[in-house]
């Protein structure tokens, strides 16, 4: 059994320094590893060797990807908040803030139990999320972490060992092969093999030695004679052997493969300069060699979604052995083996990965959305596997450039992709020369042409419901929006005069300078044109917008002195909170059918025998009787909290629990039920907060708003 050894920092030292030249980067981590060393002082692993000497080896893994000083650093302290009394402030006074966050982040992601048990989402889950979606480098700290865990795996009982392999392949494996770490993926999966399925793994490393005498020698001479070959053709090249891994040979035995069935046993890995020489080198081969029919793939052309590019071809080589070539660039080569960290910047400043391979990685955030989710454990895992690492397609416009789109992207996506304009004037797609719906689902490599008509009223509502990409999707509802705010306005002014009318308000009164200068403050609009805009979509109330102004006070006071009857029977829900004009001390209710909550513009409604019921000022059932009412105002209580439901119209409910939860911890909001009420056209939700002020519910609702799948939220009036 392999046993990892004890690491020394000086030998780290000398590795980082071959790539990091800036010394206060190295200085930085040799404060780190004093620092942790300290803190781990004393504690052992299970393996024997002194606890600092995991995170060292963790370090070391992220150091053959070239990892920047930050991640070395994180990856060195990640233990150190869940093992030891350090605190994330000694940190930040330590090592500073952008540190202390990816420490932070993993230790949080290190406390999720992935052991595919269903687990319905909690305040603790909401922030791990939000944490893990800031930067990739902490994923790329915990498979590192993974790996050396793995390595060392040995020293656990059975059922944890196979219990973690599991884990490791259906979680986080894939994850690697998303990122396109090779070199990580690859360890992972040999050592997760060992430990789910000791007999097949070890059998296939029996078979494998007993060959491999024979296939060292006959891959060696190959070696020879390909780079003599290229290099007679003056391209120059490197080529190296390339061992089959035990976990492919397993993937491909288990689909009912022989042995002597896989081509790939013996393999050659090539290096040239240019992308052309690829190309040459590629000829070159087969003119010597015969290749394999259907066993070329040109990924440098169609690269991988994790960014993957080479060329593959299989060719009968010397004494009738099957060779599997690869050929790439050096650059190729190094993205290949390290995936997105091969794209770690170097600064004198510091550094970041490129912004737009984090892009790339939302995905990410939905696993962790899925995990919080209340499925079983097979729908899990296939929800990982298939949902969120769904392929990514390539189709071809009729010109032969590629468009990437990910799986079950119809012909609007693609619209789209080429310009928002042809996506607006699209009437129709042909795909291989077949006329095609719009909602039909592309595959890999399909031919499209997508007509327009200049004269088109643009796309249809129903087409955000077919398409796949968020692209599209918000294109569309952009289109929508700005072709709405013309009937909007119009909606608006119509809606306000008729008010106006209504109220018995004149003209002259309400669109008096002062009067227009205060409604416009109030809602924090820049002109008359907005006011109409809210109007018309129903943001604001015009009843709220014409009332707030011209209701007669004086009238109300004596209407209460009047109509307030049968004291004893009022139930006093809260004598203080609540401020009646002119008088003290009366008892109020607060109505169910709107609940106002503070901050909301309220009036009093005087109820025969039942006190002053409070109402929104925008709610019908205060407007019933106008010479019932009465002003009131709220008297703040600080630690009062309001009953408030929301209603959540939305356009796909696929994780959308996990999104509207993860909003609710960051506005301090308690969640008293969540009620799915899906109907036939929309998904529809109801939730049931204590909020405790207008202003954090309407920043709440603005922030769920901004979720692409919801459409619209309201606050329920019955």
Same mark, same amino acid.
């Given at each position: ?71 070395? =650093? ?18 930040? $006074? ?17 406390? @999720? ?6 687990? =319905? ?8 999320? +939000? ?13 590192? &972490? ?18 973690? =392999?599991?884990?490791?392949? %259906? ?53 020879? /004679?390909?780079?003599? @070959? ?6 120059? /090249?490197? +080529? ?13 035995? &288990? ?5 002597? *069935? ?10 040239? %300069? ?24 040109? !990924? ?5 979604? /994790? ?15 099957? !060779? ?44 962790? $959305? ?20 769904? $392929? ?39 795909? /291989? ?12 490599? %399909?031919?499209?042409? +997508? ?29 929508? =929006? ?28 309400? !669109? ?39 209701? *007669? ?16 029977? +009022? ?55 106008? $010479? ?39 506005? %301090? ?50």
């Amino acid at each position: 059994m392999k046993k990892t050894t004890e690491i020394d920092f000086s030998q780290l030292k000398k590795d980082i320094s071959k790539y990091i030249k800036n010394k206060k980067k190295i200085q930085l981590i040799e404060k780190v590893y004093l620092f942790a060393k300290e803190k781990h002082h004393g504690v052992q692993r299970l393996t024997g060797e002194d606890y600092i000497h995991h995170p060292l080896h963790v370090a070391n893994i992220l150091i053959t990807i070239n990892a920047d000083a930050e991640t070395i =650093a994180a990856a060195i302290l990640h233990d150190v908040l869940e093992d030891t009394d350090t605190e994330a402030n000694e940190l930040k $006074e330590n090592f500073g803030e952008e540190i202390t966050e990816l420490v932070v982040s993993l230790t949080k992601i290190n406390k @999720l139990n992935f052991r595919l048990e269903s687990q =319905a989402a909690n305040a603790n889950y909401r922030k791990i999320i +939000v944490g893990l979606s800031k930067d990739v480098r902490v994923i790329i700290i915990k498979l590192a &972490d993974r790996l050396h865990n793995m390595r060392t795996l040995w020293v656990l009982p059975e059922k944890q060992q196979k219990e973690t =392999a599991k884990e490791t392949l %259906d979680i986080l494996i894939p994850i690697a092969h998303r990122l396109g770490i090779n070199q990580i993926k690859s360890e992972l999966e040999d050592l997760s093999l060992r430990y789910l399925k000791p007999d097949v793994y070890f059998s296939i490393v029996e078979t494998l030695n007993k060959t491999k005498k024979d296939r060292d020698i006959a891959v060696e001479e190959m070696m020879l /004679n390909v780079s003599e @070959l290229l290099r007679k053709h003056q391209i120059k /090249n490197k +080529v190296k052997g390339r061992a089959k891994s035990i976990f492919s040979i397993y993937q491909k035995l &288990d689909k009912g493969r022989e042995f002597r *069935d896989i081509y790939d046993l013996m393999a050659l890995r090539i290096f040239v %300069d240019t992308e052309s020489d690829c190309y040459q080198a590629l000829g070159i081969i087969h003119s010597k060699y015969r290749p394999i029919p259907k066993r070329f793939k040109d !990924f440098i052309a169609m690269p991988k979604t /994790n960014m993957y590019q080479s060329l593959h071809t299989t060719v009968f080589g010397d004494k009738g052995n099957v !060779f599997e070539i690869q050929i790439r660039t050096y650059k190729m080569d190094e993205v290949a083996e390290k995936g997105i960290a091969s794209h770690w910047g170097y600064k004198e400043g510091g550094s970041k990965l490129q912004s737009t391979l984090e892009e790339k990685l939302q995905f990410y955030r939905s696993i962790i $959305e899925l995990k919080t989710s209340n499925v079983d454990d097979d729908d899990f895992v296939s929800s990982v596997k298939q949902d969120v690492f769904d $392929e990514t397609i390539y189709v071809f416009t009729p010109k032969g450039d590629v468009i990437e789109l990910p799986n079950g992207a119809t012909p609007i996506d693609f619209a789209y992709k080429v310009h928002s304009q042809v996506g607006e004037k699209m009437v129709s797609a042909i795909v /291989n020369n077949n006329i095609v719906p719009l909602d039909y689902q592309l595959k890999n490599q %399909d031919i499209i042409k +997508v007509n327009t008509n200049p004269n088109s009223l643009g796309p249809s509502r129903e087409w955000i419901n077919m398409v796949k990409t968020a692209q599209a999707k918000n294109k569309i509802k952009a289109f929508f =929006a700005k072709a709405d705010k013309e009937k909007y306005y119009e909606n608006g002014e119509e809606l306000l005069s008729k008010e106006l009318r209504t109220q018995k308000v004149t003209n002259q009164s309400f !669109f008096a300078d002062e009067n227009i200068s205060q409604v416009l403050k109030h809602y924090k609009l820049t002109n008359l044109e907005e006011l109409y805009i809210a109007i018309g979509s129903k943001k604001i109330s015009v009843k709220e917008v014409v009332a707030r102004d011209y209701l *007669d006070s004086n009238k109300k006071e004596e209407v209460v002195f009047k109509k307030i009857t049968n004291e004893d029977q +009022v139930k006093n829900v809260s004598r203080n909170e609540i401020i009646v004009e002119g008088m003290d001390d009366l008892k109020v209710n607060i109505a169910k059918c709107c609940q106002p909550i503070f901050g909301d513009e309220i009036i009093g409604y005087i109820t025969k025998g039942h006190g002053i019921t409070v109402h929104r000022l925008n709610c019908p059932n205060s407007n019933n009787c106008k $010479e019932r009412t009465v002003d009131v105002r709220w008297n703040k209580q600080e630690d009062k909290k309001y009953l408030t439901n929301l209603i959540i119209y939305a356009n796909h409910d696929q994780n959308l629990l996990l999104d509207i939860m993860a909003k609710t911890a960051n506005f %301090d909001l308690h969640v008293k039920h969540f009620n799915d009420l899906e109907k036939k056209d929309d998904y529809v939700f109801e939730i049931v907060l204590l909020v405790s002020e207008k202003t954090a519910l309407d920043k709440f609702i603005q922030s769920l708003e901004n979720i692409k799948e919801i459409d619209r939220v309201e606050r329920v009036i019955r």
